[in-house]
């Protein structure tokens, strides 16, 4: 369907681009509780044939599928949209082929929201969309997350968050409120503070489920989309995400090692290229212990804001009661 078009999205397309008019205009998905539209403009006379427009306005009224529009949500959706036009503007040309995102051609802030004019990664030959992973997708997203945190790694993270992540405890008072899990509620602050004192930091992309990877036309490769949580961190808090994104618990219980060791076994090779003096026999055990950590700070947020949520599952559960026994004994799990 043809989507009409505000006359300046029309002039940001046509600049960036130099194309003669956008022919049509069509639209990929609304964004998050109403916070605009993602939109593909397919243009004429121009480099490309198409490009994405990720349209970001302000609403007039709040909405939440959950019941969370207050006004430290949508504080925290307006900063997130801000970090994503700074990440492309100042991060994102790092990102190499083996951590693949969208190009970034144009970007403009605005008192009423955000704009951002980007590559159009199914005309680059990333059109594949997946609602369940096979062994080459997830060989393609473990190497696309070990590439982007062998890049990043020890890099500060200027202008996009400073700890990376839509679930970080400091911009979840209110899920940790409402918490039932008192347990959980009461160590949540020392599993926060032992992620953060990781040795070995980076870039954490924040949002890395399966969704928001786009998947090459010949299944070899991934690309990435959707920065507005890239920040700081450990890099099993993306890892930890992604598997959870993917599997169910059964799945979980017989997939997680080897997703582990092929995930390390990537960054070693993106390590050995990207940061060759870095120790990783020190990175890989560090964060091999975090991993539980990381899959249990996901689990604090998720029995806040959905109790009932499919992830909070038999394999969830034994990791939060290992992770809670560790802080018992004052060890690492």
């Given at each position: ?68 529009a ?12 801000r ?10 040309p ?13 970007r ?14 199914d005309?680059a ?15 393609a997203c ?32 209110d ?25 070995f ?20 490769s ?18 930890a ?18 997703v ?36 249990v ?7 806040g ?15 939060e ?13």
């Open positions: 369907m043809d989507e009409p078009l505000d006359p300046d999205v029309i002039d940001a397309v046509l600049g960036a681009t130099g194309a003669g008019r956008i022919a049509r205009a069509e639209l990929v998905q609304e964004l998050w509780s109403g916070y605009g539209r993602i939109l593909r403009c397919h243009i004429e006379a121009a480099d490309v044939s198409s490009v994405i427009v990720k349209h970001v306005r302000w609403p007039d009224e709040r909405d939440h599928p959950r019941g969370w207050t006004d430290r949500s949508h504080e925290r959706k307006v900063h997130s949209y970090v994503e036009t700074h990440w492309y503007a100042h991060h994102a790092r990102c190499g082929p083996r951590s693949r995102v969208p190009a970034c051609r144009a403009q802030a605005r008192p009423d929201g955000m704009l951002l004019v980007l590559e159009d990664l005309a030959g990333f059109g594949g969309r997946r609602h369940r992973v096979e062994a080459h997708d997830l060989d473990l190497t696309w997350l070990a590439e982007f945190h062998a890049t990043f790694l020890h890099e500060r993270p200027d202008g996009i968050w400073p700890t990376g992540t839509y679930w970080h405890l400091a911009t979840r008072p899920e940790l409120e409402t918490m039932g899990d008192t347990a959980l509620r009461a160590g949540a602050a020392e599993i926060d503070r032992r992620l953060s004192a990781a040795r930091q980076t870039f954490v992309h924040g949002d890395a489920k399966l969704a928001n990877f786009c998947f090459a036309d010949d299944g070899g991934a690309a990435a989309v959707d920065f507005q949580y890239v920040g700081g961190g450990c890099g099993m808090k993306d890892l995400y992604f598997v959870a994104s993917c599997f169910d618990e059964t799945e979980c219980e017989r997939v997680v090692p080897q582990l060791d092929r995930y390390f076994d990537q960054l070693r090779s993106a390590l050995a290229v990207r940061r060759p003096t870095v120790d990783a026999d020190a990175l890989e055990g560090e964060w091999r212990a975090m991993f539980a950590f990381a899959w700070d996901f689990v604090r947020f998720l029995h804001w959905s109790p009932g949520h499919w992830k909070l599952h038999a394999y969830s559960a034994r990791l009661a290992a992770v809670l026994g560790s802080l018992d004994d004052g060890v690492t799990a």
